[in-house]
């Protein structure tokens, strides 16, 4: 799967909302542009709160991120939790879209039936995207995926009938920028927060365009801004980065060679400024990856054995001055895979990093491979 390729599939999101069954009379995440169902009258208690916070929750994710999540099926009572996230874990290993094939956002929505074994059959294109190479990504995801694991037994009938959307975004691309800026939480926001130099120096805000658009005569570009410590946010900025600031923050800043006018041979070498206490530095450029020092194998969950997930996990790790993980984070996430991989990383131990001869807190990523015997 390419970088900015992702594969929705609201089967998860109920596995992780809904605490009790849905009714058969509750359809759950409906395809974009039919209004989300309102619970039936007289519905009382979880079942209609649980439809309630999933069309909440799907709402709320299409505004964080630049895509949907949308499906079609009637669960009739039964909790399809565990197989759901072994579903769409094994379909999401299978989708491959060739890189540079697809330029901009794209999406295409298939269907298909789950037999009670687990064997889908009757797959077919129920809305093509505009670029074949994404139809065909599709199509092969689904089919490559079969079978997966078995329907719950609970299940009544002979197969579940089952919709995916297929959306593709292009990768975000980081580029510089030091303000000032007008940054909307909503494109169509009428508030903004002014982000000013200073605040962007202060707190190292790098920012990473994910698409550009016009709104109201406006021309904006929706970006993720990463501080340095804290939470990413999602949003939109009245600044268009050129390609200049886009190659700018793809290379490492050099000191000049020379300056006209200077003594021949130079001055003497001033000593390193001390390193501030509880500095933080990233690995990159001068800043080497540290040596880990304690391994620890991930324990590898039955469950995505069973739906026979395999990959790498990207890991964010804040290392301490001492060489142990103070916090980590998932950057490139196998959904089955996550927990596992994290629980093995926080324990695993590195070797101090040192600026200036002393000791200092780095933010590096390092990867967890799980592999089927």
């Known amino acids: 799967m390419t970088p900015g390729s992702r594969l929705f599939c609201a089967l998860c999101l109920m596995s992780g909302l809904c605490s009790t069954p849905i ?19 007289g519905a009382r208690g979880s079942i209609s709160d649980a439809v309630r916070n999933l069309q909440d929750y799907v709402k709320r994710q299409n505004e964080a991120v630049d895509a949907g999540a949308h499906i079609e099926f009637n669960a009739k009572g039964v ?6 996230r072994g579903f769409s874990a094994q379909v999401q290993r299978n989708w491959v879209v060739t890189s540079g094939a697809v330029q901009g956002a794209d999406n295409a929505v298939v269907a298909m039936k789950i037999q009670r074994d687990g064997t889908i059959t009757d797959v077919q294109m129920k ?3 505009t670029v074949a190479a994404l139809n065909v990504a599709s199509l092969n995801a689904v089919t490559r995926s079969s079978p997966v694991l078995p329907l719950p037994t609970q299940y009544p009938d002979p197969f579940l009938l089952l919709t995916i959307n297929f959306e593709y975004r292009p990768p975000a691309r980081e580029f510089v920028f030091t ?7 909503l494109a169509d926001a009428t508030t903004y927060e002014w982000l000013t130099q200073e605040q962007i120096t202060k707190e190292g805000l790098r920012f990473f365009a994910v698409g550009a658009e016009t709104i109201k005569g406006r021309q904006l570009t929706k970006v993720r801004v990463r501080p340095r410590v804290g939470t990413e946010r999602v949003g939109w900025i009245n600044k268009v980065p050129t390609e200049a600031d886009f190659a700018r923050a793809s290379q490492p800043l050099s000191a000049p060679s020379g300056i006209i006018g200077a003594v021949v041979g130079g001055l003497p070498q001033a000593p390193p400024p001390p390193t501030p206490v509880g500095a933080t530095v990233r690995v990159g450029g001068t800043i080497k990856p540290p040596e880990k020092t304690k ?10 054995q069973s ?3 395999q990959g790498v996990v990207i890991v964010e790790v804040l290392i301490r001055p ?18 596992a991989a994290l629980d093995a990383v926080r324990q695993w131990e590195f070797a101090p990093t040192l600026l200036n001869g002393a000791p200092v807190s780095v933010i590096s990523t390092v990867t967890v491979q799980f592999a089927l015997n």
Do not use: M
């Open 127 to 129: 809305r093509p995207a």
């Open 23 to 41: 009714s058969a009379q509750d359809q759950v995440g409906k395809p974009a542009g039919d209004p989300a169902p309102d619970p039936p009258k």
């Open 295 to 304: 391994h620890v194998d991930p324990e590898y969950p039955a469950i995505a």
């Open 79 to 84: 909790d399809f939790g565990p197989w759901a």
């Open 307 to 309: 739906a026979r997930v």
């Open 179 to 185: 303000g000032p800026a007008e940054f909307y939480p």
């Open 322 to 339: 001492d060489g142990k993980v103070n916090s980590a984070r998932i950057v490139r996430s196998i959904p089955l895979l996550d927990q």
